[in-house]
């Protein structure tokens, strides 16, 4: 799956899409 990266409080994390 492809992983879309969000932006939270300056901290990056993948999310599975």
Known sequence: PEY?????RTNFFP???
């Not at 879309?4 to 939270?8: A, L, M, N, W």
Request: glycine share 0%; net charge positive; charged share 25%.
């Open 15 to 17: 999310q599975p899409n």
């Open 4 to 8: 879309k990266f969000k932006v939270s």
